[in-house]
T-cell receptor, first 113, second 112 residues
Framework: EAGVAQSPRYKIIEKRQSVAFWCNPI?????LYWYQQILGQGPKLLIQ????????DSQLPKDRFSAERLKGVDSTLKIQPAKLEDSAVYLC???????????FGSGTRLTVV | RKEVEQDPGPFNVPEGATVAFNCTYS??????FFWYRQDCRKEPKLLMS???SGNEDGRFTAQLNRASQYISLLIRDSKLSDSATYLC?????????????FGSGTRLQVQP
């Protein structure tokens, strides 16, 4: 079974620039999550999709972050404009059901300078 | 109070030692509990689920105390390869949120 694919693996941008991350979940997994992991902390949920609908985006900084999951498969997460404190690893995960175990992708390591 | 609280460590133990990690969670309505393992610069991976009756997987034993809202992980006969960060994970940590909430992790370093 192919895992959760994420790209790019690394990204360095200047503050106030824009950046986008892409995630392809495991085939058939209805639920997709984006987590932000700042160095030394646990992953923090940004947004949860069930198929192409948003289930929970209460922790997403909506003034600068946006995410979509068109057609209920791939997802993109965008930051515009980026701030220094957005430097983190952005992890995508998917699960078959909302209560199932998660499989994480390798993450995108973002550095904002 | 944090939704999921863990001692950050690090725990430095010799090979062969037994080590225990603890975790507390704040929402008594939480239903699912897990331990994830995260190696340096890698993604978290599911180590084991935690059940009310307690469960064991080889050298790893997980316990859940719902009354105290407390989860534990015991590692027996530690190996060098057990060196990693162990994340305590709870679903429904927030009312209405079913997604998993992660603790900040406990770092384990097993010494030769």
């Amino acid at each position: 079974e192919a895992g959760v694919a994420q790209s790019p693996r690394y990204k360095i941008i200047e503050k106030r620039q824009s950046v986008a991350f892409w995630c392809n979940p495991i085939s058939g997994h209805a639920t997709l999550y984006w987590y932000q992991q700042i160095l030394g902390q646990g992953p923090k949920l940004l947004i949860q999709f069930q198929n192409n609908g948003v289930v929970d985006d209460s922790q997403l900084p909506k003034d600068r972050f946006s995410a979509e999951r068109l057609k209920g498969v791939d997802s993109t997460l965008k930051i515009q404009p980026a701030k220094l404190e957005d430097s983190a690893v952005y992890l995508c995960a998917s699960s078959l059901t909302q209560d199932g175990g998660y499989t994480f992708g390798s993450g995108t390591r973002l550095t904002v300078v | 109070r944090k939704e999921v609280e863990q001692d950050p460590g690090p725990f430095n133990v010799p090979e062969g030692a037994t080590v225990a990690f603890n975790c507390t969670y704040s929402n008594s309505a939480s239903q699912s509990f897990f331990w994830y393992r995260q190696d340096c610069r890698k993604e978290p991976k599911l180590l084991m689920s935690v059940y009310s009756s307690g469960n064991e997987d080889g050298r790893f034993t997980a316990q859940l105390n719902r009354a105290s809202q407390y989860i534990s992980l015991l590692i027996r006969d530690s190996k060098l390869s057990d060196s990693a960060t162990y994340l305590c994970v709870v679903n429904g940590a927030f009312t209405g949120r079913r997604a998993l909430t992660f603790g900040s992790g406990t770092r384990l370093q097993v010494q030769p």
